[in-house]
């Protein structure tokens, strides 16, 4: 298994202020000419004009993994799961390793339909080789909104709540190897 980058995946950031901002919509821009135009960078957009080289130049599939999470969170666009989906797919058939991630909250959330936990478990056993910790994330979410509501109330002999959690070795697991959300999780 490869190691999980640690580093930023750009050299400069995307701002991503609001879909109103224009070096936002320029840096999404740029993302999607790089994300639909594998092994070269455009330097121009499809109607000819330059594109300000505000965000440092990405793989064809990480900026359409980029793209998935922009559209997924709304993120200087409007929330669009569907499109998110789209892109994350695109990422997958451009071989970014994290794209099972992005297709396997797309499978929990249900971006293009009902929720598919079966689905969303076909692509977090290929993420597992990649990112264990994330995979172990994903697993316990899908096994969180699958079991009944819980409340966090202490059972005798218990000394907190947390250990009610379902499937909480997955969340400890996934949080001693580093994934940042099963942290949150935990901590809240």
Not at 87 to 100: I, K, M, Q, T, Y
Not at 161 to 180: C, I, T
């Amino acid at each position: 298994a490869q190691p999980i980058e640690a580093a930023p995946v750009l050299s400069a950031p995307i701002r991503l202020q609001g879909p109103d901002d224009p070096a936002t919509h320029r840096d999404i821009q740029r993302l999607k000419v790089q994300a639909n135009a594998p092994g070269r960078i455009a330097s121009t957009n499809r109607a000819g004009g330059s594109i300000p080289q505000t965000a440092a130049p990405v793989s064809a599939a990480r900026a359409a993994w980029l793209l998935g999470l922009i559209y997924l969170h709304g993120s200087g666009v409007a929330r669009d799961p569907i499109q998110a989906a789209l892109w994350f797919e695109r990422a997958r058939v451009l071989g970014e390793p994290l794209s099972s991630a992005g297709l396997a909250w797309c499978d929990i959330e249900g971006c293009k339909g009902s929720p598919d936990p079966a689905g969303a478990r076909r692509w977090i056993a290929q993420l597992r080789s990649v990112n264990p910790a994330q995979a172990d994330y994903l697993e316990w979410v899908v096994q969180s909104r699958l079991s009944p509501v819980q409340l966090a109330v202490p059972q005798p002999g218990q000394t907190s709540p947390g250990a009610a959690m379902p499937s909480r070795e997955l969340l400890l697991r996934s949080a001693q190897r580093g994934d940042v959300n099963a942290r949150i999780e935990l901590g809240l």
